[in-house]
């Protein structure tokens, strides 16, 4: 595509040319079908298609397990800063938040609303320049879950590794902004979500992956539509989902795997960062932010 520009806009992120000469094949008729993939019906046989290679896709790319959810949901990330602690937390209660950027604090904020948040560690007292190390890390008495950030895109920080939260204490990430951009071991969290914009495909759709005993063991006083054993049931068909999103996704996962895997993808980032980083690090006019 050359009348394309280079964009390096975070968000909506540029998504791959394989990926959008696709988009404007199937947005006019999708597979041949004479409907493009804005008009078909998501409990129509094309449409359930897309949705089965996409979850199938996604956990060979990231090596998830049968006991965990693949859920296609709305409202970003942003909203699951809200379901997580409708589901998961009560008065009474207490979840722990690791607060690294201002996406953690308004996450924080929202679980304040259904029940305790008791802040584990946090580097506001840098600007949030730095990762707290595990010794900086105090975990409350009985915490429902603990919070993170994976990756601080206003700070410029990411967690090398995931916290280690108490035995037993299920794991929560936020991973929209490096999700599917290394291998992680899933089987370390109890729930991830990921707003697609950043890594995954077009905004309106986000990514949660749950295992089963966090998602059947959520509050059943929430609403319906905001409960993740719902859409667990249902298979992301609950309502009407973002069946462009969804599509644009499951794309952007068969090119992850054409790319050669999580493994190849993360080492051309690594490639990338040594780049930009070598170039700052010698650089008399810019600076990083974070702490080194």
Not at 103 to 122: I, M, N
Not at 128 to 144: C, G, L, M, W
Not at 211 to 223: G, H, N, S, W, Y
Request: hydrophobic fraction near 40%.
């Amino acid at each position: 595509m050359r009348d394309r520009i280079w964009n390096f806009g975070a968000r909506p992120a540029v998504l791959p040319e394989p990926v959008l000469e696709d988009l404007r094949r199937d947005v006019w008729s999708l597979d041949g079908s004479g409907i493009g993939i804005l008009e078909h019906s998501h409990r129509g046989k094309e449409f359930s298609r897309i949705l089965e290679e996409a979850e199938r896709d996604c956990r060979e790319l990231g090596r998830i397990p049968d006991s965990y959810h693949v859920l296609f949901l709305q409202g970003g990330a942003s909203l699951q800063f809200a379901m997580v602690p409708m589901n998961l937390l009560s008065r009474g209660r207490t979840a722990d938040y690791l607060l690294t950027d201002s996406w953690s604090q308004k996450a924080a904020r929202e679980a304040r609303l259904f029940g305790d948040v008791h802040v584990a560690g946090s580097s506001e007292d840098r600007g949030f320049s730095y990762i707290p190390p595990p010794e900086r890390i105090a975990y409350s008495a009985d915490p429902v879950y603990v919070h993170f950030t994976s990756n601080n895109t206003i700070a410029g920080t990411q967690w090398s590794a995931e916290p280690v939260p108490p035995a037993g204490v299920p794991l929560v990430a936020d991973a929209s902004s490096d999700i599917f951009s290394r291998p992680i071991d899933v089987t370390r969290y109890g729930l991830i979500f990921a707003g697609a914009q950043k890594n995954l495909g077009p905004s309106g759709v986000v990514l949660v992956i749950v295992r089963e005993d966090v998602a059947v063991a959520a509050r059943e006083d929430a609403p319906v539509i905001l409960q993740y054993r719902t859409h667990a049931a249902a298979g992301s068909l609950y309502n009407t989902p973002s069946t462009l999103g969804i599509y644009v996704m499951g794309r952007v996962f068969r090119w992850l795997k054409e790319m050669g895997g999580l493994e190849a993808v993360a080492e051309r980032n690594a490639e990338k960062a040594r780049l930009l980083y070598d170039y700052l690090d010698a650089s008399r006019t810019f600076r990083g932010t974070a702490d080194t």
